[in-house]
């Protein structure tokens, strides 16, 4: 790892892991994560209708996902674009949770609609577009539940833990990362996956991490190899875009999962979450050195 890391954490300490810390562990409803459970959390991009969120909530769970996610407040790249339902999306969500029993994941783009949201949510979502939306997370310091804070499309690994670390200032250390994939010079996928950004992360932070491989992705043939590559890195767990009919979804249906292809790589991913309890090699150190191209 770069050097330049070593001992430069006073500036994030709240989410640093020190010598004497131990790694954080992050309850959503009755879910922990950064245990020793792989956590996987899948839904479809945005909530629909309750007929599509329902139907995905029944799949998902019978495959193994603890946490449904799906966007009620949907930040799009285009005006025209679908925006999300709102508070009837989040009356949707809870509607599956009452159904199905999985916690809930759901995005808050803007302070304003915190409270709203954390009714609502087990865990408060906060996406690439606002990683510095600082306002959004000073008011998430506040909000009494935990927060899954998306890494920023061109946000460094140090950018980011400056991120948790004011959510953590303003009195929330329950912090989940996610690893969504950053913007490169490379076209073939949606976001360039930094893989190794997981093991820095873990390294260097006492916070749970997740990777999202559908929006590193961008198209769903592709979804489950980095999920797989995600479980060997030592995530914590996933992020993963699910829809009943991904060719009709409003929003993100290229990169969403069929319902038939989720299962299918839940249950490819067991051999690779059995290599995780192999006897480990050390960590990465943070004293090696950061070479040069
Ligand atoms: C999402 O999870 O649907 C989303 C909008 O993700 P991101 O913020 O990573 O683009
Ligand atoms: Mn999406």
Redesign the pocket.
């Known amino acids: 790892m770069n050097p330049k890391w070593n001992g430069q954490f006073s500036c994030f300490d709240l989410v640093a892991r020190t010598d004497d810390s131990v790694s954080s562990i992050v309850r959503a409803g009755n879910v922990e994560i950064g245990s020793d459970d792989f956590v996987v959390m899948a839904g479809p991009?945005?909530v629909e209708s309750e007929r599509q969120l329902l139907q995905t909530a029944e799949a998902v769970v019978a495959a193994g996902a603890r946490i449904l996610?799906g966007?009620a407040y949907?930040?799009r790249s285009s005006p025209y674009a679908f925006q999300g339902l709102g508070v009837e999306g989040l009356k949707i969500l809870r509607k599956a949770r009452e159904e199905t029993g999985l916690a809930i994941v759901t995005?808050v783009m803007s302070e304003e609609d915190v409270d709203v949201v954390a009714e609502y949510a087990d865990l408060m979502?906060v996406?690439?577009?606002?990683m510095q939306n600082y306002a959004l997370l000073e008011r998430l310091g506040g909000c009494g539940r935990p927060v899954l804070l998306?890494r920023g499309?061109t946000a460094t690994l140090e950018e980011f833990l400056f991120s948790a670390q004011v959510i953590a200032v303003n009195g929330n250390r329950d912090i989940v990362l996610?690893e969504?994939g950053i913007r490169t010079f490379e076209t073939a996928t949606r976001n360039t996956l930094d893989i190794a950004a997981v093991p820095v992360l873990k390294t260097v932070s006492r916070l749970p991490v997740i990777v999202?491989p559908?929006?590193a992705a961008g198209v769903r043939c592709l979804v489950p190899v980095l999920a797989r590559v995600a479980a060997v890195a030592g995530a914590d767990g996933l992020?993963v875009?699910v829809h009943p009919s991904p060719d009709q979804a409003m929003?993100?249906g290229a990169q969403s999962l069929t319902l038939d292809g989720f299962r299918d790589m839940m249950d490819d991913l067991e051999p690779y979450l059995a290599l995780r309890d192999l006897p480990r090699r050390p960590g990465p150190q943070l004293v090696a050195a950061g070479g040069t191209d």
Do not use: W
């Not at 996406?127 to 606002?130: A, E, H, L, V």
């Open positions: 991009c945005a996610r966007g949907k930040p995005e979502q996406g690439t577009r606002s998306k499309m996610c969504r999202d559908s929006h992020l875009e929003s993100d």
